[in-house]
């Protein structure tokens, strides 16, 4: 009779369940009874806990090999293309973004005249008085004034020149609130132009690929890829340009 309460007793703790003991006294013999509960437990992933593994599993950074996407793509071509836009913004942004307009940014501003381009210093001298004044003489090729006028009003540093004879006299804005804001709105609109050529650039070559006949699909699909990642690196630096350009217009 002993052995079997002990037994019975402790084989709900090597199996690691509850005992619940329960005493009963009958006469002068006491009755041990015992009951064992098993408790079946399914853990369940948090939310956050699902998130994190599908984030693991949808890889990370897609690296990028100039090797393997070269059997697609010129990548060499597509990195000289990308670059000239962002270089092609720097460029506007230093002509035609200045809070002063600068002898240096009038002199290189492009003029068209007679179906050819030229800087306005190749056509006529400039020279800047005082702070508040540039003076541009066009006694030796006169017949350009209409032009450069043109030139002047479409070239968004917010000049109005002031024409007498052969020359024009150019007053300098001051630098308000309302000319940096004006400044930093064409800034976006070149910022603009760059990223759009940008994504030109790569939907271009990625329809090209996905035309591409006697390549496996998952070449195609590797090469795409990484076409959209180098181009997300062109993006990102010319968003950094123009951030840091806006910060300056503005003044913060």
């Given at each position: 009779m002993t052995t079997r309460l002990l037994g019975r007793m402790l084989l709900p703790i090597i199996i690691n369940t509850r005992i619940k003991p329960a005493n009963l006294v009958r006469g002068s013999v006491r009755v041990v009874s015992t009951s064992v509960n098993f408790i079946s437990v399914r853990n369940?992933?948090?939310?956050k806990d699902r998130g994190k593994d599908k984030k693991s599993k949808g890889g990370g950074k897609v690296e990028i090999n100039p090797t393997i996407m070269s059997e697609l793509v010129a990548v060499e071509k597509l990195k000289?293309?990308?670059q000239s836009a962002i270089e092609n913004m720097k460029e506007d942004f230093a002509k035609n973004l200045s809070l002063r307009s600068t002898t240096g940014a009038i002199d290189s501003l492009p003029i068209k005249y007679d179906g050819k381009e030229y800087e306005l210093q190749e056509l006529a001298q400039i020279v800047r008085k005082n702070p508040k004044t540039i003076v541009i003489n066009f006694a030796s090729f006169p017949q350009v004034i209409p032009d450069v006028l043109k030139a002047i009003y479409?070239?968004?540093l917010n000049l109005n020149p002031q024409q007498d004879g052969t020359t024009l006299y150019v007053p300098v804005p001051k630098v308000t609130k309302e000319h940096r804001e004006a400044l930093a709105k064409n800034a976006k609109a070149l910022y603009i132009k760059c990223r759009d050529t940008v994504k030109d650039i790569q939907n271009e070559y990625i329809k090209k690929n996905k035309k591409q006949t006697g390549v496996s699909e998952d070449l195609v699909f590797n090469v795409n890829k990484q076409?959209?990642?180098?181009?997300?690196q062109y993006l990102e630096?010319?968003?950094?340009?123009?951030n840091a350009k806006h910060d300056e217009l503005l003044g913060k």
């Open positions: 369940y992933a948090k939310s000289e293309r990308c479409n070239s968004g076409i959209t990642a180098l181009c997300e630096e010319a968003k950094n340009i123009y």
